[in-house]
């Protein structure tokens, strides 16, 4: 298991939605009912998003039999997907973030999700799907291991199915800023001094941030047999960081793309 996977099943065991969305009010004793529904509502709110923007694409409406959600933590996007689709793959590197979103869909009635452990090469994800999707993830992964499960998400889109994800492609802090980052992600007292300064536990682990290349990941989707991408701009983490959330058509009789990892 690498070290940022051990980071995120600490987070799964100890404060599970805030290692989803990092905002205070959903973290330990913030979490209350309304806080919840208010959680859950967000999810709600991008994957309608999503939806309505492959629908104004298609023309028509879009209902997919199997959706794959990379990165599902406890399930806020998940559940959203299962009320649209006949089939859900909730994909987590955290055993205990799963454990929370199969307790979130099991509440709510739904008995189509499939719980699956990831790996680099989602090789417990068989098959392929109408729809596979991923937001708020990939920034927590180091680009050449991201890069990896990006081109893995690619191959099992179905022919004229979407692959929506969302990078950071630039950072707009100082470059002291981006050097004391770095060096706090590899040397855990830094991390720790952090910690103490912003009245946090300790040996609170940190949250990795990483820019991907915009025009790696488009030359690797065109040769994926993606001829149709569309962006959506915006920034994140206080305007720290370019993010871009890109929908991608797989064409109607592309082969799926070669695995040199296999």
């Known amino acids: 298991m690498s070290r940022t996977d051990r980071d995120w099943e600490k987070w799964g065991a100890v404060a599970p939605y805030f290692g989803v969305l990092s905002i205070p009010k959903f973290q330990g004793d913030g979490m209350t009912a309304d806080v919840e529904a208010e959680f859950f509502a967000s999810g709600e709110a991008h994957i309608a998003a999503v939806f309505m923007a492959i629908e104004r694409r298609e023309a028509s409406p879009f209902n997919p039999r199997r959706a794959v959600d990379v990165g599902c933590g406890v399930g806020r996007l998940v ?31 739904l008995g189509n999700i499939e719980a699956v452990l990831a790996d680099d090469k989602l090789s417990r994800v068989a098959g392929d799907a109408d ?19 990006i081109k ?27 050097m004391l980052t770095k060096l706090r992600y590899t040397l855990p007292p830094l991390n720790w001094i952090r910690n103490v ?20 990941i488009l030359r690797e989707l065109r040769r994926g047999g993606f001829s149709e991408v569309e962006l959506h701009l915006d920034t994140e983490d206080a305007g720290n960081f370019e993010s871009v959330f890109l929908l991608a058509k797989k ?8 695995n040199p990892y296999a």
């Open 197 to 216: 300064l912003r009245s946090r536990s300790i040996f609170e682990q940190s949250m990795q941030l990483h820019v991907y290349s915009l025009p790696s």
């Open 251 to 258: 064409s109607g009789e592309a082969p799926l793309i070669a």
């Open 79 to 109: 559940i959203p997907l299962a009320y649209r689709c006949a089939q859900v793959s909730a994909v987590d590197v955290s055993p205990s973030m799963l454990a929370e979103m199969k307790r979130n869909g099991e509440k709510r009635g």
């Open 131 to 149: 729809l596979v999707h991923s937001y708020l993830v990939l920034q927590h992964v180091p680009p050449i291991r991201g890069g990896k499960i």
């Open 152 to 178: 893995e998400m690619a191959r099992r889109v179905a022919p004229g199915g979407y692959l929506a994800f969302q990078v950071y492609v630039a950072c707009n802090a100082n470059s002291l800023l981006r």
